[in-house]
């Protein structure tokens, strides 16, 4: 799918910039190659109080539904208070994220359902 690609998906992440999120964590497009050489749509977040890697991405794939896997961690880590607010500041402006592309895929895929019911009447 078009949308899936890494030009369409950086555009998207300058777009959620702009909306004036208090974005810490480093927010980047990974290149992805799904069957075929597809793009599929991948995205990660390195949340910037716990140093974990969070991959963004749709499930299942194909699909205009996305969602995030955290990168397992091999040790515990603890927390001040502080760094709770922090961390949950940095969860909140990811599933913010994760709304945003869910919106962005669905009006994709609207579009180009409207543009191919044009092309058949």
């Known amino acids: 799918m078009?949308?899936?690609n890494r030009q369409t998906l950086e555009s998207w992440l300058d777009e959620f910039r702009a909306l004036g999120y208090p974005i810490a964590s480093s927010l980047r497009v990974i290149a992805q190659?799904?069957?075929?050489?597809?793009?599929?749509g991948l995205v990660a977040v390195r949340l910037l109080e716990s140093?974990?890697?969070?991959?963004?991405?749709?499930t299942p794939p194909g699909s205009a539904a996305w969602s995030a896997t955290f990168e397992a961690r091999d040790e515990d880590?603890?927390?001040r208070a502080s760094e709770i607010m922090s961390l949950a500041g940095e969860l909140s402006m990811l599933s913010s994220l994760c709304?945003?592309?869910?919106?962005?895929?669905?009006?994709?895929l609207g579009s180009q359902v409207a543009s191919v019911r044009v092309v058949y009447r």
């Open 2 to 4: 078009p949308f899936r």
């Open 33 to 40: 190659d799904g069957h075929d050489g597809a793009d599929t």
């Open 51 to 58: 140093s974990t890697e969070v991959y963004i991405q749709p």
């Open 77 to 79: 880590v603890t927390f």
């Open 99 to 108: 709304v945003f592309l869910e919106a962005k895929s669905l009006a994709f």
